[in-house]
């Protein structure tokens, strides 16, 4: 598992504060080398491929009745107040908040 830019940062601070905070026998220097041991682990990334597979599909009908909902909100939007909501303006908000919910359904 590649550290994050978070990981590095503060991976970074910790070590300006302390040159051997990440040395052998350290909990630090411990702790890295069994994040380490569990990316490089075959069968952990097996399960992890699993259990993302198994959440995408148990989460997929909330995903599909979110954007269905999506849908007819804005439909009905620019339909019952045209004044204040176009059509246009409707189809792009509706691609917009649908593209939002996939990414925050596939994270």
Request: a positive charge; charged letters at 20%.
């Amino acid at each position: 598992m590649p550290q994050t830019l978070r990981q590095k940062v503060t991976k970074a601070i910790i070590l300006a504060g302390d040159k051997h905070a990440f040395d052998e026998g350290t909990l630090l220097g411990q702790a890295e080398k069994i994040e380490a041991r569990l990316a490089s682990d075959p069968e952990l990334q097996r399960q992890r491929v699993e259990y993302a597979a198994a959440a995408n599909k148990e989460m997929m009908p909330a995903l599909v009745a979110g954007m269905a909902f999506n849908a007819v909100a804005w439909g009905a939007t620019a339909w019952y107040l045209p004044g204040l909501v176009s059509p246009t303006f409707a189809a792009c908000a509706c691609a917009l908040t649908c593209a939002l919910l996939w990414k925050i359904f596939r994270a």
